[in-house]
């Protein structure tokens, strides 16, 4: 049976307000008294209760990540570097993973409240009013990443829209004159009521990246598609096509669609990606790509969150900078 405060005061002949005094180091204790209550703990192997002590300070030094899974390197590297920084800080993460569904999203939110964490950092596809006048009342402070969800919690991550506008100029600029769009399957998860803003954010710079440069109509298709995507390609025979992918596993995807199709990359058909995945390097032809320093990113999400616990006060957003990261496929 574990050692007690109480089996302390009774060997030492104290109370038990004494040897709480000693073991966590306040005043209004002798030196001597203090010294043989400590000594006696630890010929007991006495381990503080940590949820106990955790209550009495209004802290558990914990902090929540709720994030979609692991599988992709681009949310394991930043849970890793939030874990790294919030350890430097005194604090543990406590993680769940929702894998995209709103409603593991909500059961986690709410094992995390009970857990008392100090922080959370969410990725967030719930988009329910109630859940988020919720979250709005809760005493914890929340950041934001991958999707806003409103303008009550700090957004930490890049200008998606403006991003994929400068992607369609730069693709414009290689020479290519059509320009399709691969999206996730936004309109099946509109009609789920999934929060969307990301994948909305850089499918409307695309279609704005096209009009600014005076191109054609948009060509957006959802999901990986080979039929589509070869249709896509073949529309229009004698003008360069390009495909311009939400996310490096798309383009991954289209690449090997044209191996499989005998097209050549970037001769017959140019592809570009988001997120600078470190899979790229692998590929070959190397993927062109939208790319952003993503330890950065963690570093900014784990840090505003910190901030915000310290001082209770909202933190401003952080967007950071992206570039075109150089590959052989345009």
Known sequence: MAVTIKDIARICGVSEGTVDR?????????????????????????????????????????????????????????????????????????????????????????????????????????????????LEKISIPIVTIYNRISDSFAFVGVDAKKAMCEAVKFI?????????????????????GMNVYTLQERQ?????????????????????????????????????????????MYAVAVLEICKQEGLNVPQDVGIMGYDNMEMLQYITPRIYSVGYDVHLLGHQLITSLLEQMRSDQLQRDGILDYRFMEGESL
């Open 172 to 192: 414009a600029c290689k020479g290519y004159e059509r320009i399709l769009f691969i999206n996730a399957k936004i309109s099946a998860k509109k009609a789920q």
């Open 22 to 134: 000693a073991i966590n180091d306040r005043s209004g204790i002798r030196k001597e008294t203090k010294d043989r209550i400590l000594k006696i703990a630890e010929e007991l192997n006495y381990k503080p209760n940590k949820v106990a002590q955790s209550l009495a300070m209004g802290s558990t030094k914990t902090i929540g990540i709720l994030c979609f899974d692991l599988e992709n390197h681009y949310f394991a590297s930043l849970v890793d570097t939030i874990e790294g920084i919030a350890k430097s800080e005194g604090y543990f993460i406590n993680l769940v993973l929702t894998h995209g569904d709103p409603v593991k999203e909500r059961e986690g939110m709410m094992y995390l409240e009970e857990r008392r964490v100090d922080g959370i950092i969410l990725f967030s596809v719930c988009k329910d009013a109630d859940y988020i006048a919720h």
């Open 204 to 248: 409307d710079g695309y279609v704005q990246g096209l009009r600014e440069m005076g191109l054609h109509e948009p060509f957006i298709l959802e999901g990986v598609n080979r039929k589509e995507i070869c249709h896509g390609i073949h529309a229009q025979e004698g003008r360069r096509t390009a495909v311009l992918c939400i996310s490096d």
